[in-house]
């Protein structure tokens, strides 16, 4: 009987050394997944432009940050830790669209920051008209060690309400005004003169073939609150009016930039663009409105 006892006794001691710092959480609100074994972080927070919020639908074009609090179980060596992070994001459990394998692979002598903090974070520019699902995998690990701390968030995209667009029979997967100045997507209605403006229409399909082309027409027009035409194009592809465009062309990607000239200008500044097939029908119509600083 006391063999047994002993054997039992044994077997609870190895049992528990198996589970040492090592824990399991799910975050009911977002369904953010996490798990450490060895390496552990006290709080997960999410940044969406800036802003500590808890959720996982997130609007095209914003910022989201991920930030991992006092994240311990990192082997110490002379009062440094050499941690390692990684990011990738996957779409409908198959396609991965981004991928970060390193991003702390300029840290090769360590760091000395107590309690160490790290970031994980990119911009929700990914494609939403198919109600497509998204998940990010962050992956710390321990460069002079074996422990790891897993995260998964699961996360949707939805349409940008800066942008108005009414479609009549012309696919595409996003529409976005980009600020190639400040190389992020265009959020509120707030711009500056020197900010130069990327209107952008991605997978355009769906135009009437003739001759194996298709002949958009693709007009704009900025007009400011006394009706003062501040930018005015009734065919940015008025090159190829005549011999057409190739559908792949399109497909690539449509643009149409936006500068400013420094002065007086009535807000907010009403943008329409639009988007025509010149064998048919189809149209897409984009507006906004902007205010100028």
Known sequence: MKIRILILILGIITFNSCQFNKSANTDLITGAYSRGNGI??????????????????????????????NITGLTNLENKTFPGISMYIVKNKKDTVLSNPNLLESLENGTEHFPLKLYAN??????????????????IWDNKGKGEFTYELPFTIKENNLL???????????????????????????VNFEDLLILILDDIE???????????????????????????????????????????????????????????????????????????????NISTELKIN
């Open 40 to 69: 552990e972080s006290d709080d997960v927070i999410i940044e969406i432009n800036g802003q500590i919020e808890k959720r996982n639908e997130f609007v095209f074009g914003e910022k989201v940050n991920l930030v991992f609090n």
């Open 122 to 139: 990119f911009v929700s520019t990914f494609p939403y008209q198919n109600n497509e699902k998204y998940k990010v995998f962050v992956n």
């Open 164 to 190: 108005k667009i009414e479609n009549k029979g012309i696919e595409y997967s996003k529409i976005y005004l980009w600020n190639e100045t400040k190389k992020q997507p265009v959020i509120n209605q707030n």
């Open 206 to 284: 769906g135009l009437e073939l003739s001759n194996k082309k298709v002949f958009p027409i693709f007009s704009i027009d900025l007009v400011d609150s006394e009706g003062i035409k501040i930018i005015s194009n009734k065919n940015l592809l008025s090159d190829y009016e005549k011999e057409g465009v190739n559908p792949k062309d399109l497909k690539n990607q449509l643009t149409a930039k936006l500068t400013f000239t420094e002065g007086t200008i009535n807000n907010p500044c009403k943008l329409i663009v639009k988007l025509k097939d010149k064998n048919s029908s189809k149209e897409i």
